[in-house]
């Protein structure tokens, strides 16, 4: 039985056994009428019944997909010929997946011979009785507990209790997956960064000027320098996403306060969702535009202007990034404007305030903090933003401040670096991680900044 299928099962086998825990719960004070005898509702007792049929059920079925594929390679990998198992582990790793994309049906890297079929053979016999077993197990696993909960339903059983303690713990699991899983991404780039930083200087990687990740793999090899400064890069990124963040703001303010305090309820009821469209329209729509559209109008109208303009610009992949994150700065900006209490506006037009001096002087001191919550959102998805870099900006890692020349960004790099059948211990591969947790250092810091001007001016209303 294939997984979604037993997980539907396992919601079925849950559906029931709530049903059954709430009629025994009923049953055993006679009915609806005895209702008060029981010291929770009946749904309590169904929801106890159910999840105690369901919970240990998918623990297992989570543990054994999350380990299924280690254990299954294991045992092909135990069951090959001697002269391919005591390969060195790298030709065995592609052997692997070899027979790997050979069970799945995939097209492999070498010609199939008897070997590789009985590999693949094995491999898919071993997921045959996986399956098998596992629903097996998991269905044993759900009626046995599901059996054993509906036995212990009687009058004083604390169920409400019981199920509370349960979700709460479910919630704390919950926390506990979120931090680990944080802990271990920032862990994970660490480890790799500080390899990468045994093989490359920390000084030459934060104060460099030239960025070109190319080693020589020979003594004799010629255009690969190695060079591995990260100057370059965060210029291009921090150079795009002004320009994005120059077109984004004020527009995205601007058609806040209009839709906000001056639009009328027809007006906003279109233009607002119009508007918000742009948010789901594809990067690489956007990119596509840049590079075909926009990029060619720049370097036609500076060559007008007798100005040198390259074919990819950091200038059009910024209007573009522009465009793309108003709805971001937008539509926060608009919630944000609005939440503030009418009570304000009223004072202030009671005073003799016009509209645009309480917009002014008012509403957006009091909408500050969320506007720039809005603002920094804006700024993160400008800087992550890849396929619009790749596409109308270019790939050159130039050191320039001029919207006119092509640049590079840290993440179109990181990208680039880990494109293709890549092994980890080189410096050209392990500089992406370097550079990811260089990114995440200083988006770190526009947080921190960000939330410090938050709370300098952030004023409480009642």
């Known amino acids: 039985m294939h997984t979604p299928i037993l997980i539907l099962v396992l919601l079925g086998v849950m559906a029931f056994a709530f049903h059954l825990g709430r009629t025994r719960s009923l049953a055993t004070v006679g009915g609806r009428t005895g209702v008060r005898k029981l010291h929770s509702l009946p749904a309590y007792y169904g929801f106890y019944t159910a999840l105690w049929a369901g919970l240990p059920a998918l623990l297992v079925a989570g543990l054994w997909v999350f380990f299924e594929g280690s254990v299954i390679t294991s045992l092909v990998v135990e069951g090959l010929p001697a002269a391919l198992r005591d390969q060195p582990p790298a030709q065995l790793g592609l052997l692997v997946n070899d027979i790997t994309n050979l069970a799945n049906g995939n097209i492999v890297s070498r010609a199939v011979d008897a070997d590789l079929r009985a590999a693949a053979d094995h491999m898919n016999e071993l997921r045959t009785i996986g399956k098998m077993a596992l629903s097996v197990v998991v269905l044993s696993i759900a009626l046995g507990a599901g059996s054993l909960a509906w036995r212990s ?112 309820p027809r007006l906003r009821s279109y233009a607002k969702p119009v508007l918000e469209v742009l948010a789901g329209v594809p990067t690489v729509v956007y990119g596509f535009f840049a590079a075909l559209t926009l990029a060619p109008a720049i370097r036609g109208a500076g060559e007008a202007m007798g100005l040198t303009v390259s074919s990819e610009s950091a200038l059009a992949a910024g209007l573009v990034m522009g465009v793309m994150i108003i709805p971001f700065v937008s539509s926060l900006s608009d919630d944000v404007i609005n939440a503030v209490p009418q009570s304000l506006r009223d004072a202030s037009y009671a005073l003799g305030a016009t509209r645009s001096e309480t917009i002014r002087q008012v509403i957006l001191p009091a909408a500050l903090p969320g506007i720039m ?61 370097a550079l990811g947790l260089l990114l995440f250092i200083v988006t770190l810091g526009l947080n921190i900044v960000a939330l410090h001007i938050v709370r300098k001016y952030r004023e409480q209303y009642e």
């Not at 619009?388 to 179109?412: E, F, H, K, R, W």
């Open 373 to 433: 919550g809005g603002v920094l959102l804006a700024a993160s998805r400008a800087i992550g933003e890849t396929m619009i870099v790749v596409m109308a900006a270019g790939l050159s890692a130039n050191l320039t401040l001029n919207p006119l020349d092509s640049v590079t960004t840290v993440t179109v790099q990181i990208v680039t670096l880990l494109v293709g059948d890549q092994e980890f211990d080189s410096a050209k591969t392990l500089a992406a991680f």
């Open 153 to 264: 339903v009687g009058p004083s059983m604390r169920a409400r209790n019981r199920v509370e303690r349960i979700v709460n713990g479910l919630l704390i699991v919950s926390s506990l997956i979120a931090i680990f899983t944080t802990v271990g991404i920032v862990m994970s780039v660490l480890f790799e960064s500080f390899r990468f930083f045994h093989k490359i200087p920390l000084t030459d990687f934060l104060f460099g000027l030239e960025w070109s990740p190319q080693i020589a793999l020979r003594a004799d090899q010629v255009g690969a320098s190695g060079a591995f400064g990260a100057i370059p890069l965060f210029a291009g990124t921090l150079l795009i996403s002004a320009i994005a963040l120059f077109v984004a703001v004020p527009i995205g303010l601007m058609s806040a306060i209009y839709l906000a305090d001056y639009a009328g």
